[in-house]
């Protein structure tokens, strides 16, 4: 129950607050959840609410790649903690 109430939370962060507070969400959520896919709904929902203008190398979705990126590692570190 705490996951979806989370998984709420984080989905209406990326419309509700600033971008950097999603992404604290984020990080934080990864750390205490496991598997937290949540986490790329919402780069791509801040990608396509702020991120129009915004690209590198024609790549135009960093919020997404950043934060699948951010999930992946603290998975990884977050299973070297618990174990």
Wanted: charged share 10%; net charge positive.
């Amino acid at each position: 129950m705490k996951r979806v109430f989370f998984g709420i939370l984080l989905i209406l962060s990326a419309f509700i607050f600033p971008w950097w507070i999603s992404v604290a969400l984020v990080f934080f959520g990864a750390l205490y959840f496991d598997n937290l896919y949540e986490a790329i709904v919402v780069g791509l929902i801040i990608d396509l609410t702020y991120g129009a203008g915004i690209e590198i190398y024609g790549f135009t979705l960093i919020f997404t790649f950043v934060l699948t990126l951010m999930l992946y590692i603290l998975s990884i570190v977050r299973k070297r903690i618990l174990i």
